[in-house]
């Protein structure tokens, strides 16, 4: 068997932000999370939305699924979206903060639903059966650590265009996932 196709990949494909959009979100959380102790920040060019989580997959498999991304997208435009009220996420024992995304038009709802359903069809996803929560994860709880939930203040949001979606590797390291971005399919419009 090729090394290639029996190598595993831990792969998702998510929404990516423009960089205005980045910076706004890497200012607001360094100010709001600067005394919450035993959170890792999630690197500044790593802020994206998840569209689907797809896991361990064969190497073999990152071409098909990122052209299959790609038929999902055809020609859309970018969502208008902004950024809502920060999340601690699950709620029960939260792991995360998060930022909440709003998209008044439903575009990015439409977005993750083709790309889910593209990538059922070709058995490299299972959808989840609770809704979509269009979020930006900003912060992951460190090791074994316990938080309370601490307030976090709001943050003010202008309207941007989600710039594109990107098929990603995910590399696990000590110091966190790094992500290689392996096929980038730009909106039209």
Do not use: N
Request: glycine share 8%; charged share 25%; proline share 8%.
């Amino acid at each position: 068997m090729d090394a290639k196709r029996s190598e595993r990949v831990r792969l998702f494909v998510a929404l990516d932000l423009p960089p205005a959009a980045r910076t706004a979100l890497d200012r607001w959380r360094s100010h709001a999370l600067r005394d919450v102790d035993g959170l890792r920040l999630v690197a500044p060019e790593a802020l994206h939305a998840t569209l689907c989580f797809l896991g361990w997959r064969s190497a073999g498999e990152a071409e098909p699924i990122g052209a299959a991304c790609a038929e999902a997208l055809g020609d859309r435009a970018p969502p208008a979206l902004a950024f809502t009220e920060p999340l601690w996420l699950p709620r029960r024992r939260p792991w995360v903060v998060a930022v909440g995304l709003t998209d008044r038009s439903a575009a990015l709802e439409g977005i993750q639903a083709a790309v889910s359903a593209a990538m059922s069809d070709g058995g490299w996803y299972e959808p989840e059966a609770r809704p979509f929560l269009p979020h930006i994860t900003v912060a992951r709880v460190a090791g074994r650590a316990r938080l309370g939930r601490v307030e976090l203040p709001p943050l003010r949001s202008e309207v941007f265009d989600g710039a594109a979606v990107t098929l990603y590797r995910s590399r696990l390291e000590r110091t966190g996932a790094r992500y290689e971005p392996l096929r980038t399919v730009e909106f039209v419009g």
